[in-house]
């Protein structure tokens, strides 16, 4: 499934914070250098801006599948459950700071 142009900028955004955060956590845990997370860092966001389809990004998680130890996104609809679940824990959080705000 190609994703619309429109959609592609939000989904990569999701997308890498989402991955940037396991990367992080995942460097803390092991010993690395900095420069090993801040390479790995920049190849893995370049990869997620090249992705135009589910099928990409699904090859973009088998290529990362150590930052998802117990969860289920190697499948295409693992995949795509992944990417709506990031969509919907974006919005949710956009209604919460909505209600903050809210007289």
């Known amino acids: 499934m190609n994703i619309n142009n429109e959609n592609k900028q939000a989904i990569h955004e999701v997308?890498?914070?989402?991955?940037?955060k396991r990367l992080f956590k995942q460097h803390n845990e092991i010993i690395a250098t900095d420069e090993d997370y801040d390479n790995t860092l920049s190849v893995m966001v370049n990869e997620i801006l090249h992705t135009s389809s589910i099928s990409d990004i699904n090859d973009v998680l088998c290529d990362y599948d150590d930052l998802f130890p117990s969860e289920q996104v190697f499948t295409l609809?693992?995949?795509?459950?992944?990417?709506?679940?990031l969509l919907c824990n974006k919005i949710i959080a956009h209604e919460n700071d909505l209600r903050k705000y809210s007289i």
């Open 15 to 20: 997308m890498i914070a989402d991955m940037q």
């Open 77 to 85: 609809d693992g995949t795509m459950n992944y990417v709506l679940q």
